[in-house]
């Protein structure tokens, strides 16, 4: 929806993500300097790896972002706002059970209910 019509994909999207298309609705500047920004939030993301790693990503991020900008700028912020910057956001608000927590409460429903708990058990290949 965000490609194909973003002034609504603004309104229903939650406050924290509307920064990556609200530039789509201004002007060409200010969808590069979000791009720009957007490249630079996400080589800050990789401080938690060390910075070696970060070192090694901030060059491959910055080439890739000039040989984007040199080959088709406004097709490659949009891409990379929308597609990384937006959807990444939006998913990251939705609730993501606990796993660990998910299979306790399933082995307590299925104490409860069948006696015991219940494991699968895979036959060897």
């Known amino acids: 929806m965000a490609y194909l019509n973003p002034s609504e994909a603004l309104k229903q999207?939650?406050?924290?993500?509307?920064?990556?298309?609200?530039p789509l609705l201004q002007n060409e500047a200010a969808l590069q300097n979000r791009w720009k920004q957007f490249v630079e939030e996400e080589i800050q993301e990789q401080c938690q790896h060390g910075a070696e790693q970060l070192k090694s990503y901030r060059k491959i991020a910055t080439t890739r972002y000039q040989e984007e900008k040199a080959s088709n700028p406004s097709k490659y912020a949009k891409i990379n706002l929308v597609t990384f910057g937006f959807s990444n956001c939006v998913n990251n608000q939705g609730y993501h059970a606990d796993s660990e927590k998910v299979f306790k409460d399933s082995q307590k429903l299925n104490?409860?209910?069948?006696?015991k708990s219940l494991t699968m058990m895979c036959e060897e290949p």
């Open 111 to 115: 104490k409860t209910l069948f006696g």
């Open 13 to 22: 999207s939650p406050q924290m993500c509307k920064n990556y298309i609200a």
